[in-house]
């Protein structure tokens, strides 16, 4: 069974930048044709899909987040991490890592508990 | 990007009743594969959301028959046979059809 466990800093100052991995057990993140995707919530609000990265090392990133992202992948740790350059108050939130899959299949099964991100001074 | 909008947005229900929700993107959801590309989550207090229904119609391994997902284009509904207790949190849709996936608002489901 996949499981995904995020972790990385959970205050950030204005201006920096926020670092988060996604530790992946259970299963390669590279096997099979899945994607690996970040997802933020606010607290009491919706759900924001943030960016992916495929097998291949492709990325897709929201355009919202103004080229703030980026996401890669360590194949030696099974990790997927997540950059955000910049960060405001506005950033705050709790973020997923979810896999994708399979082949696109547009669906996250296996999501992380998330982290809690508080960017403030 | 396609803008999901969900209805309706509190959704009180007596366990035992059914219960219906909606969900309408700005564009068409559905992929040359013949499949529209929606999914629903139930995201229960303190958790991550948790797969319910994939591409419309499919009920993810476990989920109970009395949940159903229905659809197509940019009409879709999720409905619950007989609400149980258990089913309270925020539910949402979500379209896979294009980057960025996009949910809607969320439909919070309490009991009365």
């Known amino acids: 069974q996949v499981q995904l466990q995020e972790s990385g800093p959970a205050l950030v100052k204005p201006s920096q930048t926020l670092s988060l991995t996604c530790t992946v057990s259970?299963?390669?993140?590279?096997?099979?044709?899945?994607?690996w995707t970040w997802i933020r919530q606010p607290a009491g609000k919706g759900l924001e899909w943030i960016g992916r990265?495929?097998?291949?090392?492709?990325?897709n990133y929201n355009p919202s987040l103004r080229g703030r992202v980026t996401i890669s992948a360590d194949t030696s740790k099974n990790q997927v991490s997540l950059e955000m350059s910049s960060v405001t108050a506005a950033d705050t939130a709790v973020y997923y890592c979810?896999?994708?899959?399979?082949?696109?299949?547009?669906?996250?099964?296996?999501w992380g508990q998330g982290t809690l991100v508080t960017v403030s001074s | 990007e396609i803008v999901m909008t969900q209805s309706p947005l509190s959704l009180p229900v007596t366990p035992g009743e059914p219960a219906s929700i909606s969900c309408r993107s700005s564009?068409?959801?559905?992929?040359?594969?013949?499949?529209?590309?929606l999914d629903w989550y139930l995201q229960k207090p303190g958790q991550s959301p948790k797969l319910l229904i994939y591409?419309?119609?499919n009920r993810a391994s476990g989920v109970p028959d009395r949940f159903r997902g229905s659809g197509s284009g940019t009409s879709f509904t999720l409905e619950i046979s007989r609400v149980e207790t258990e089913d309270i949190g925020v539910y949402y849709c979500?379209?896979?059809?294009?980057?960025?996936?996009?949910f809607g608002q969320g439909t919070k489901l309490e009991i009365k």
């Open positions: 990265i495929y097998t291949s090392g492709e990325t």
């Open positions: 591409l419309t119609s």
């Open positions: 979810a896999r994708e899959g399979p082949a696109a299949a547009g669906y996250f099964l296996h």
């Open positions: 564009q068409s959801l559905l992929y040359s594969n013949g499949y529209d590309y």
């Open positions: 259970g299963g390669s993140i590279t096997s099979g044709s899945h994607s």
């Open positions: 979500m379209q896979a059809l294009q980057a960025p996936y996009t």
